[in-house]
């Protein structure tokens, strides 16, 4: 019985410290709202599924990779070659680059591929003299196809890298 009754005592001795220790933290609703800063100012962002250059911008054109590869061909390299003139012509445009994949693979797959993609389009846009502040990169692996379809030549139009101007 003795062993009981100091049991109880260092359970409600406990609570006790508990309550004390919670109740100098301030609850949501009793905070001021004018604590919480400045509003943040929330402006839609459009996208468009056909990617931003997509031959919108002349000058600037996607480059494309063979399956499950982030090594640009002589093809690629060509285009990136006139997207490096036409940024070198055009000094204040910085640009997202985009890596983008086919529908097969897994999602996180896709999203490391497309991230290669994109650092080695980047890469390549500094080798040719684009300053690397100008360029940022961004992976959506398979979430944004140009072409929803599962054929070869949408699976070969999606496994790209787009550009973005920024400003």
């Known amino acids: 019985m003795k062993n009981r009754f100091r049991l109880s005592g260092i359970v409600l001795g406990l ?12 609850k949501v609703e009793d905070q001021n709202l004018s604590d919480a800063g400045p509003a ?6 459009g996208f468009d599924s056909l990617g931003s250059d997509s031959g919108k911008i002349q000058g600037l054109n996607s480059v494309y990779f ?3 590869k982030s090594t640009l061909t002589s093809s690629s390299a060509s285009v990136l070659n006139e997207n490096a003139t ?6 204040s445009v910085t640009l997202q680059v985009e890596g983008h994949c086919d529908a097969r693979g897994s999602v996180e797959y896709n999203l ?25 990169i961004v992976s959506y692996g398979k979430e944004r ?6 054929t070869e030549e949408a699976y070969s139009k ?10």
């Open 15 to 26: 609570v006790v410290a508990l309550s004390f220790g919670c109740s100098s933290k301030k």
């Open 158 to 167: 999606n496994r790209r890298a787009n550009f973005v101007p920024l400003k």
């Open 86 to 91: 036409w940024l070198k012509a055009n000094p």
């Open 145 to 150: 196809p140009l072409i929803d379809a599962e």
């Open 112 to 136: 490391a591929l497309g991230e290669r993609r994109a650092k080695s389009v980047k890469a390549f846009l500094v080798k040719s003299g684009v300053a690397e502040s100008r360029l940022s």
């Open 40 to 45: 943040v100012e929330s402006t839609p962002i």
């Open 66 to 68: 063979e399956y499950d």
